[in-house]
């Protein structure tokens, strides 16, 4: 493959056997209506077959200039507890998405999903996922049981995808909140929320210190942690409780991090840059979301990366040897 060719690292596939969602799924089953897709009873705006139609998925490719996409499961399908019916969801999950992956002549690669209430049921399907053709890695959330990537389960498969050489992405849930009930804002200001709280655990946690050349991305260009990373590293700096647990300052943390280009504005887009650096930042897309970027591989080369630096770092941050 020429360099010249896209890799989006963040699109969303669900089959539609698979639209019942694990057990403790924050919304409710997803459903088809007349051939528009809702979560229990809010409308995502979205064509059924756009989330559960490969060959869709691969006609979108091809119209927005992707060579490569990586995909996984939609956040509101992650098994968030244990038990055997989310371990079956998962494995029912990872093995269609295997079969995808391994019919697609390489134009899609996988990453899979786990189970969140039980370590050792966690480290067994990180295992099995290792050993997948195909499937590069993991996507999580950035909280189960209000608890981030520093603590409890997360940091589990943090360390466990470390120790086995898989990509990890996170991705929120959208999780609801009684000050956020209209205008979508458990999206708009919810989701970037999300995200920024588990960059800080990890950068403020120690985790980056812990399992260096973690290959982790954070979609939505790291949701609000380019805005806030300057006053986490000032409270570094100025208290000892926020640097008890890391031996670094967040900003050198944070330059080790993949993001990815879902931002909306190029200036945001410039922001990222600077704090991140280009060769962290790859090209997403949020497919087929309402809320993904629409051209995704022209917004991405709006920026300071050129091509060749967009594809390094998503066959970086994937593992894709050779690309």
């Given at each position: 493959m020429n360099h010249d060719s896209m890799i989006d690292v963040h699109a969303h596939w669900l089959p539609r056997d698979l639209f019942g969602?694990?057990?403790?799924?924050?919304?409710?089953?997803?459903?088809?209506r007349d051939g528009e897709l809702y979560l229990g009873e809010i409308p995502l705006s979205i064509a059924t077959g756009a989330m559960s139609d490969v060959g869709a998925i691969l006609d979108d490719m091809r119209v927005k200039g992707i060579g490569i996409r990586a995909l996984s499961a939609p956040p509101f399908a992650f098994p968030l507890s244990a038990g055997e019916r989310n371990e079956a969801y998962a494995a029912a999950f990872n093995s269609a998405l295997a079969e995808e992956v391994s019919r697609s002549d390489g134009r899609l690669v996988g990453l899979g999903m786990v189970t969140l209430g039980d370590t050792g049921a966690a480290t067994r399907q990180l295992e099995e996922l290792a050993r997948t053709d195909g499937v590069h890695g993991v996507a999580i959330p950035p909280l189960v049981d209000s608890r981030s990537l520093d603590t409890g389960i997360l940091r589990h498969v943090l360390t466990e995808a470390h120790r086995l050489g898989l990509a990890v992405l996170v991705h929120p849930m959208q999780l609801p909140r009684p000050e956020w009930p209209d205008y979508y804002l458990a999206n708009l200001i919810g989701n970037p929320v999300e995200t920024a709280t588990a960059v800080a655990s990890l950068v403020l946690g120690g985790v980056t210190d812990a399992l260096p050349g973690l290959r982790i991305c954070f979609v939505h260009g790291g949701?609000?942690?380019?805005?806030?990373?300057?006053?986490?590293?000032?409270?570094?700096?100025?208290?000892?409780?926020?640097?008890?647990?890391?031996?670094g300052p967040p900003d050198a943390a944070y330059r080790t991090l993949y993001f990815d280009t879902v931002v909306y504005d190029q200036r945001q887009l410039e922001l990222l840059h600077g704090v991140a650096g280009p060769d962290r930042i790859a090209c997403g897309s949020d497919y087929p979301f309402d809320m993904a970027e629409p051209d995704p591989a022209r917004f991405a080369l709006s920026g300071r990366s050129d091509a060749a630096a967009l594809h390094r770092a998503a066959a970086g941050f994937l593992g894709l040897t050779g690309e």
């Open positions: 969602l694990p057990e403790g799924a924050p919304y409710g089953a997803m459903h088809d949701g609000c942690s380019p805005w806030l990373l300057s006053r986490w590293t000032h409270a570094w700096k100025a208290r000892p409780d926020v640097r008890r647990a890391s031996s």
